[in-house]
């Protein structure tokens, strides 16, 4: 499994960027997707999750109303569009790939086997 992020980059609070996560390896439609963000200084934390047909996603709630998480199965993709950004969603982002999560709500990082290099958001005051 291989997983590449792009989208990241400078934009001004209240604007908006779209990170897309794109898989590499069979079966990506079995895989629970989610992301990940990490701030300097801080632990890696839990953003959103998507479950393997799209159907069911959690957030946060610092991001809740304001991010949104998508797969396209078809395309071997997963998207966090973020809307009304705060310089609190400084971090590097991370996409990460899990086997079906046995339980609801927010996910834990030691749960997803595979990872994305990460790709750099910053938000300017």
């Known amino acids: 499994v291989q997983l590449v992020e792009s989208g990241g980059g400078l934009v001004q609070a209240g604007g908006s960027l779209r990170l897309s996560c794109e898989y590499s390896?069979?079966?990506?439609?079995?895989?629970?997707m989610g992301w990940f963000r990490q701030a300097p200084g801080k632990e890696r934390e839990f953003v959103a999750r998507v479950n393997w047909s799209g159907g069911t996603t959690y957030y946060a709630d610092s991001v809740k109303g304001r991010f949104t998480i998508s797969r396209d199965n078809a395309k071997n993709t997963v998207s966090l569009q973020m809307d009304s950004m705060k310089p609190e969603d400084t971090a590097v982002y991370y996409c990460a790939a899990a086997r079906s999560l046995h339980y609801s709500g927010t996910a834990s990082a030691t749960d997803f086997g595979s990872w994305g290099q990460g790709t750099q958001v910053t938000v300017s005051s």
């Open positions: 390896g069979r079966t990506f439609s079995t895989y629970e």
